[in-house]
C-alpha cells in the first residue's frame, strides 16, 4: 500500500521536514508514505482567497493519481480515534488500495477537492496550521501501523 501526501505549501521550515521524515522513514516499504508538494500560490494584501483556494485545488487534483482512494482533510470530517485509524488503515491494504491524502494550504482545500474525495478525515476540532498538517499525519500513520503490528510504540 503506497499512502500520498497532497499538500499545499511554500517553504517548510527544518524542523517540520525533520519531523516529517523521521515518521515517514520509519514505516516500512508495504506502506511506503510519501509527500507531493504542490506550490502555494502568492497571497497579497487584495488577493482574491477563493480563486487562489481554487488554482491550487486545481493543482491537488491533477497530481492525484487514478484509481487511488482519495482522502480529503477537512474540519467537517470524520473524527477518527488513532485505534479506528489503524482500522481504516488494514482496510485499506486489504483491499488492495493506494490513498491519496490531500491537504489544503493556509485558506483550506478546493470545494472540487472535498467533492473529489470519497472520504473526508478530521484530525482535531482544533484548527492547525496547514504546514504542521503533515508531521501529525505522519506520525498517526506510523502509530496506526505500530497498532497494526503489535509494535511497542502505541503503548
Given at each position: 500500500m503506497r499512502i500520498r501526501l497532497i499538500t499545499v505549501t511554500h517553504k517548510s521550515p527544518s524542523w517540520v521536514r525533520e519531523g516529517y521524515n523521521e515518521y515517514a522513514k520509519r514505516l516500512p516499504p508495504s506502506c511506503a508514505l510519501e509527500l507531493v508538494e504542490i506550490s502555494a500560490e502568492k497571497r497579497t494584501a487584495n488577493a482574491d482567497l477563493q480563486r487562489i483556494t481554487e488554482r491550487e485545488g486545481e493543482k491537488i487534483l491533477a497530481a492525484v493519481k487514478p484509481g487511488h482512494h482519495v482522502i480529503a482533510l477537512d474540519v467537517k470530517g470524520k473524527l477518527w480515534t488513532t485505534e479506528e485509524l489503524a482500522g481504516q488503515m488494514d482496510d485499506?491494504?486489504?483491499?488492495?488500495?493506494n490513498i491519496d491524502l490531500l491537504v489544503g494550504g493556509p485558506d483550506g482545500l478546493a470545494p472540487a477537492c472535498i467533492q473529489?474525495?470519497?472520504?473526508?478525515w478530521s484530525l482535531s476540532t482544533l484548527t492547525f496550521p496547514h504546514i504542521l498538517v503533515?508531521?501529525?499525519v505522519a506520525e498517526q500513520l506510523y502509530r496506526a501501523w505500530s497498532i497494526l503490528h503489535q509494535h511497542p510504540y502505541h503503548r
Open positions: 485499506w491494504r486489504q483491499q488492495g488500495r473529489k474525495a470519497a472520504e473526508k503533515r508531521v501529525i
